[in-house]
């Protein structure tokens, strides 16, 4: 499939956010390559959002080049956020299976 290419007149953006392993979140937009990281999640979201209107004003404003929108975050934010979706559907999983257990009890058989 062919990836999605923004232009000075339209485009689409992805945003992520996560909390790291030092308790601190991440907020990012992947095309504009914008990262903030803070001790509060909403607060991150904000400037993320903020910082992402500023730099596209700009980019569009001076036409600075296309291309800058249509960047990339770095590896190791992608491969960061990836952990965290990870680690969260396991604790998910494991929350779902206890709560299966509590419910059921001895009624869940292996047949």
Not at 73 to 78: D, G, H, T, V
Request: hydrophobic share 35%.
């Amino acid at each position: 499939m062919k990836k999605f290419k923004n232009t000075y007149r339209k485009g689409i953006l992805t945003f992520i956010s996560y909390k790291t392993k030092e308790n601190t979140f991440v907020a990012a937009c992947e095309e504009l390559c914008v990262l903030v990281e803070e001790k509060d999640a909403e607060l991150a979201k904000l400037k993320a959002m903020a910082q992402t209107k500023s730099y596209l004003e700009n980019v569009v404003k001076q036409k600075l080049g296309q291309h800058l929108l249509n960047q990339s975050l770095p590896r190791e934010i992608k491969k960061e956020f990836l952990d965290f979706l990870k680690k969260e559907k396991a604790e998910r999983w494991e929350s779902s299976i206890e709560r299966v257990i509590k419910e059921n009890g001895n009624k869940l058989c292996a047949c």
